[in-house]
């Protein structure tokens, strides 16, 4: 399984951005996909997350009412829609996935835990004020 990021880039405070993340590889037609960041210094954070089968999404509060996840089942490609960014929302995106059926609990868990067996490389988010 591989995951590859895209769509980070230098923006300016209130632009909006959106990541893709394009997989290959699933073994397993039920997966979930999530998405985290990290600034330099501080912890991982959990952002939202989308299973492959039913769409289900889920979201923390850090991007809640900004952002939107969705899927093209198609393309093998989940996307992160994100609005009206600003200086703290700098930092590395990641996506992750695993089987959803391996997965402990639900999906704030997902979140919190971050149990996902496979990450991509990351792509940069720069927002400027």
């Known amino acids: 399984v591989q995951l590859v990021e895209s769509g980070g880039d230098l923006v300016q405070t209130g632009e909006s951005l959106r990541l893709s993340c394009k997989a290959t590889g699933f073994k397993s037609d039920d997966h979930a996909i999530a998405w985290f960041r990290q600034a330099p210094g501080k912890k991982l954070e959990g952002l939202a997350t989308?299973?492959?089968?039913?769409?289900?999404?889920y979201y923390t509060d850090l991007l809640r009412g900004r952002a939107t996840i969705s899927a093209d089942n198609a393309k093998n490609t989940v996307y992160l829609q994100m609005n009206d960014l600003g200086p703290d929302d700098t930092a590395l995106y990641y996506c992750?996935?695993?089987?959803?059926?391996?997965?402990?609990?639900?999906?704030?868990?997902?979140?919190?835990?971050?149990?996902?067996?496979?990450w991509g490389q990351g792509t940069q988010v720069t927002v400027s004020s």
């Open positions: 989308i299973t492959a089968s039913d769409h289900l999404t």
């Open positions: 992750a996935a695993h089987d959803r059926l391996r997965l402990p609990g639900v999906p704030k868990t997902w979140l919190d835990l971050a149990p996902f067996g496979t």
